[in-house]
């Protein structure tokens, strides 16, 4: 079982938003501003796609961002695309002794 | 750009020791600002965190692998490694290394290498 909850699965349509939910506790996203999200294609490696609940590294479409109220954080996807079709993690900072801490996963299923 | 790529066996005995290498290129382990991660995701499952190191040798192991777990880093050939004891079949997994900084700026990856803990 993960220390974060995310919905296993969402979806929509070309063109439209979605939202994945990841929720924690104040000793992990509650507690701290570092909250990331991961994109995984199928047999791929994770691609960061948001860092620090918001900041988007430089390459990833501004389509993508993220929030985070209280113990819950969230990645919205704006414009959905075909190509955004994949499994996203969440994860977040845990303090000095469990330190990270990830969610069991939400597939995007692009209809 | 920085490129982390894993190397080892990708089948292992039970109760016996898992050993997997990163060997880190264009960019060096013993760059203070960064920390050097393993992360393993079990087939069809989610990710989990195992431990990090940094350049000094200092280390943070995930508390549920802790007592099996032990990474180190060799400076002189840019690579951190992985060990992992007395491995069961709940241990088959694609194990990824990984770095990051301080304050996070989110993990970047190796491509991952499959490890199958099987007789």
């Known amino acids: 079982q993960s220390a974060l909850t995310q919905p296993r699965s969402v979806s929509g349509s070309p063109g439209q938003s979605v939202t994945i939910s990841c929720t924690g506790t104040s000793s992990d996203v509650g507690g701290y501003n570092y909250v990331s999200w991961y994109q995984q294609h199928p047999g791929k490696a994770p691609k960061l796609m948001i860092y620090?609940?918001?900041k988007r590294p430089s390459g990833v479409p501004d389509r993508f961002s993220g929030s985070k109220s209280g113990n819950t954080a969230s990645l919205t996807i704006s414009g959905l695309q075909a190509e955004d079709e994949a499994d996203y993690y969440c994860c977040s900072y845990a303090g000095s002794y469990t330190f990270w801490v990830f969610g069991g996963g939400t597939k995007l299923t692009v209809l | 750009q920085v490129q982390l790529q894993e190397s080892g066996p990708g089948l292992v005995k039970p109760s016996e020791t898992l050993s997997l290498t990163c060997t880190v290129s264009g960019g060096s382990v013993s760059s203070g600002s960064y920390y050097w991660s393993w992360i393993r995701q079990p087939p069809g499952k989610g990710l989990e965190w195992i431990g990090y190191i940094y350049y000094s040798g200092s280390t943070n192991y995930n508390p549920s692998l802790k007592s099996r777990v032990t990474i180190s880093v060799d400076t002189s050939k840019n690579q951190f490694s992985l060990k992992l004891s007395s491995v069961t079949a709940a241990d088959t997994a694609v194990y990824y290394c990984a770095r990051d900084r301080w304050p996070p700026q989110g993990f970047g990856w190796g491509q991952g290498t499959l490890v199958t803990v099987s007789s």
């Open positions: 620090d609940v918001s």
